[in-house]
């Protein structure tokens, strides 16, 4: 067997699994940049909800204080 016939595999850990350059070369999952995307928005939209919940029910508090406190 000559130098040139050898094949070094490294080996690659993450998150306990560990994977081969040979099991990436062969791997046939594709991410698709358009789920991507609309993954992100999705979670910007569930965001900007949170958020205004949150900012109603505080402002409902002010307000209910403010009026207890003005009776």
Do not use: H
């Not at 939209?45 to 409902?60: C, F």
């Amino acid at each position: 067997m000559n130098d040139e016939s050898r094949v070094e595999y490294k080996d690659y850990q993450s998150e306990g699994n560990t994977y081969s350059d040979e099991n990436l070369k062969n791997s046939k999952s594709k991410v698709d940049l358009n789920n991507l995307i609309k993954r992100v928005k999705d979670e910007e939209k569930r965001s900007k909800r949170q958020n205004i919940v949150i900012s109603a029910a505080a402002l409902s508090v002010v307000a209910v204080f403010g009026i207890m406190l003005t009776l």
